[in-house]
């Protein structure tokens, strides 16, 4: 009897000894788990894609046994983040027309669309970002020069924001518009009562550029992938997408090509897409997840199309515009609350801000959970940031360096004071979501990082940060990018931060973002990032 207890003790210690097979086991790391409690961890262990356990060196090693073991040697590890609003496909889209980013003159963007052509020969050129903001004189471009460069092929050029573009004549006769054409949501922009080649928001439909081809398409989204997951992106929230888009991306996640995550927005501005996915319902897998509408409220504020409740300080009597009517919201918002779906809206100028704001509170009423975004809350007037206690701020910091230079000669010292406020909002709210809106800004995500918590431009400019009483914390900043952007997605639950039972997505940086000095986190690389625990870069 005895030697028979013996043998079942000895039969159990050896089972408890015997160790769980995982995928992958990370040791020796500094973990920024981004758990309720912030707490960082030395090793975790991951199975089938996601988290199975997190703890110290020893608890893991003495746990689990794996096909593949990475010793971190003490470099910072982080969720995978999340950029809470850019352009993904557009971005990948740009990687094959010309590059007008950083242009310092508009010589220079000239001298790049010769330099494409002569190596393209396309039939209609187009690219994106130049930027009058960034020239010595800070003007409208005109269309004389491109028209005398490219007399019979049509150019269109956009701003770095999306909401201004440049044509040639030989673009404006393919369009049909005249100086005389009645532009609703934009302006055509006249000197001397010509058209000078430079449209706004809503007049800039009037250019038929070609659609991409499939494979164009294609092309497009699969390098998208390979820049951001080269920055440690793992999940992408592109604000804007056709349904002819998102099918792609279905089909392509489908065939495993495509493994980004994304949070696709569809495109509030046609109407039958709208009918169309509220009939259809959310759909949502491990990769996609369609379940918002982006809508434009407004322009940008460097080509003025913000809307402003007073006059721009800059232009007399111009005060922007509202993309649609007001009560083409009224109708849209119903429509949206009514399903399970969410709404995202553009909003930069203090008067879409206000107005858009009102909209939602109106109809959301005592709904608590429907995380209705605004997206940019760029310049908000002092008593709307109460309303944003049931309405999440979406942000991007990288906007506030790139525009403190010129923003307050923009709208005057007194309404600055609500723009660029993410502070103020965060307080308001509890959660504030950042992203980049890349290809406006640049795709890096440790930019936003510095953006947010130093607010300070790569040459260290200003010395002492810009309106440093909104700049966010490295922990708030953190959980901006990772955690509250999944929450603003509905998906707080399964990403967003490393703990058990989420999917394995995280990146190891070469430098610990959260201890190095200030001017050093531009300079972060990453040195690996995974997906449901699988090396994608």
């Not at 991951?46 to 988290?51: L, R």
């Amino acid at each position: 009897m005895k030697n028979k207890i013996f043998i079942f003790i000895f039969s159990i210690s050896l089972l408890s000894c015997v160790k769980q097979e995982v995928d992958l086991i990370v040791l020796n790391s500094n973990t920024y788990t981004v758990n309720e409690f912030f707490d960082i961890a030395e090793a975790f262990a991951v199975k089938d894609g996601k988290f199975v356990a997190i703890g110290t060196n020893d608890e893991i090693q003495n746990r689990f046994k794996a096909k593949d073991t990475i010793n971190a040697k003490e470099q910072a590890i982080v969720p995978g983040f999340i950029d809470a609003h850019c352009h993904f496909f557009r971005m990948g889209l740009q990687q094959q027309k010309v590059s007008l980013e950083g242009t310092k003159s508009y010589q220079e963007v000239l001298d790049r669309l010769v330099a494409f052509q002569k190596e393209k020969n396309v039939q209609f050129i187009t690219g994106r970002g130049w930027d009058q903001n960034d020239w010595e004189i800070k003007e409208f471009p005109t269309k004389e020069k491109l028209d005398a460069l490219f007399p019979k092929i049509p150019v269109a050029i956009g701003r770095v924001d999306g909401h201004a573009l440049l044509v040639n004549q030989a673009a404006i006769d393919l369009s049909g518009i005249t100086k005389d054409t009645k532009v609703s949501g934009g302006e055509i922009i006249l000197k001397n009562g010509e058209i000078t080649g430079v449209l706004i928001d809503a007049a800039m439909n009037f250019i038929k550029i070609p659609e991409p081809s499939k494979q164009e398409a294609i092309q497009g989204l699969l390098d998208a992938q390979k820049i951001c997951f080269s920055y440690g992106l793992t999940t992408v929230d592109d604000a804007g997408l056709d349904r002819n888009t998102i099918e792609l991306i279905e089909e392509l996640h489908q065939q495993n090509s495509l493994k980004m995550r994304i949070y696709a927005m569809v495109s509030g501005d046609n109407q039958e897409q709208i009918d169309y996915y509220i009939n259809k319902g959310i759909i949502k897998t491990d990769r996609l997840n369609v379940r918002s509408f982006k809508v434009y409220g407004d322009g940008a504020l460097g080509s003025r199309g913000a809307a402003m409740r007073k006059p721009y300080s800059d232009r007399e009597n111009h005060f922007g515009a509202l993309i649609y009517p007001p009560e083409r919201y009224q109708e849209i918002a119903k429509q949206i609350i009514a399903s399970d779906y969410q709404m995202n809206t553009h909003a930069i100028g203090d008067s879409t801000n206000t107005w858009l704001l009102k909209i939602y509170k109106d109809v959301l009423k005592d709904e608590e959970d429907r995380r209705w975004r605004i997206e940019h809350a760029q310049i908000i007037s002092s008593k709307d940031f109460q309303d944003f206690n049931n309405i999440m701020p979406s942000v991007q910091p990288t906007h506030a360096t790139s525009d403190m230079y010129w923003a307050q000669e923009r709208i005057g010292r007194d309404r600055m004071r609500g723009a660029y406020a993410y502070r103020n909002l965060l307080n308001r709210y509890g959660k504030i979501a950042l992203g980049t809106d890349f290809p406006v800004e640049q795709v890096n995500p440790f930019l936003t990082f510095f953006s947010a918590t130093f607010r300070r431009d790569l040459e260290g400019y200003p010395e002492y940060g810009f309106q440093m009483e909104n700049k966010l914390s490295r922990e708030e900043t953190l959980k901006g990018m990772t955690i509250w952007a999944a929450f603003s997605n509905f998906e707080e639950k399964e990403k967003g931060s490393i703990e058990v039972g989420k999917f394995a997505d995280f990146i190891i940086l070469d430098q610990d973002i959260m201890k190095i000095y200030g001017n050093e986190i531009p300079k972060t690389k990453v040195v690996a990032t995974y997906l449901n625990g699988e090396k994608v870069y």
